[in-house]
């Protein structure tokens, strides 16, 4: 449809280079201040670019990403726990960190960056190494490190919403969860000397969103050790859970004024059971 615009130029690259090498072509072949990355598989609002744009307009700013939705949420259960995983992570994670000028990973589905600092960081990009071998993972988190280190912020617009294709089955979505652990723990080794450099809630963040998952997953065995050892249920370590699962439910249903968060309750069966053993093996697998 947009092939005889001249406004548009498609680069049609010969094989299937992975989406960084991409990435790199178009940057390179691009002229624009501003820089919008959007996956295939995801729509924008009509006042998407215009919202991004307006806050790239401070210099500082490196890179700013909207929020994301999902376009098949009504598909299935899973689809609408996740489209409520992705409002939390945008309205109570990237909100949090965009306080502080630093959301540590601005996502591939919308996310625009100022091409100026683009070029200057497509080297490091291009040829980022973990364990001595190219990375083919994690670009979107990587990139926005980069930003960091280079001294500009990385910003969060909540009213520039775009809607993304997730998955609607649990294979899917653990592979996906795999990819997204790797590169979480990676990346966070990667970025541990440029905590100093940002606000003190960062490291906490950044710190919390790492161990977090662990020490959860260490209470879990040391109760599922207890009640095979001494056949008694483990109920400090159930009700906290439960409890703590009620409480961030109940605040997300009130700020989203949206009832329908009490149910992301049965997410935590998912993350105990599936999405923490799958952490653990992500990260011996780094």
Not at 23 to 35: C, K, N
Not at 55 to 68: E, N, S, T
Not at 104 to 119: D, E, I, Q
């Amino acid at each position: 449809a947009f092939a005889g615009d001249s406004r548009f130029n498609f680069i049609l690259l010969d094989k299937n280079v992975g989406k960084r090498k991409a990435q790199i072509v178009a940057i390179r072949r691009s002229s624009g201040d501003l820089v919008l990355n959007v996956d295939s598989d995801t729509t924008l609002a009509s006042d998407v670019v215009a919202k991004l744009a307006r806050k790239m307009q401070d210099p500082a700013v490196g890179a700013a990403m909207g929020q994301l939705v999902a376009s098949n949420r009504s598909d299935t259960w899973l689809t609408r726990l996740i489209d409520m995983e992705y409002w939390l992570a945008c309205n109570e994670e990237r909100a949090a960190q965009a306080r502080f000028g630093a959301v540590m990973c601005c996502c591939g589905p919308c996310a625009m960056y100022r091409r100026s600092a683009l070029l200057l960081l497509l080297d490091q990009y291009e040829t980022q190494l973990f364990r001595g071998k190219p990375s083919d993972f994690g670009e979107d988190r990587h990139l926005t490190i980069l930003m960091l280190k280079a001294g500009l912020r990385t910003e969060y617009i909540p009213d520039a919403i775009a809607a993304t294709v997730v998955p609607d089955r649990l294979g899917p979505y653990l592979r996906q969860q795999l990819r997204w652990a790797r590169s979480t723990f990676r990346d966070t080794l990667l970025a541990l000397h440029l905590l100093p450099s940002l606000d003190r809630y960062l490291t906490l963040d950044v710190v919390g969103q790492n161990l977090g998952p662990l020490l959860l997953a260490l209470s879990v065995l040391a109760g599922l050790a207890q009640l095979a050892l001494t056949a008694t249920v483990p109920w400090s370590a159930v009700l906290m859970i439960a409890s703590m699962t009620i409480i961030r439910c109940s605040v997300a249903a009130f700020r989203a004024r949206q009832l329908r968060f009490l149910g992301f309750s049965l997410h935590t069966f998912i993350n105990v059971f599936l999405l923490l053993p799958l952490k653990a093996y992500a990260l011996c697998t780094l």
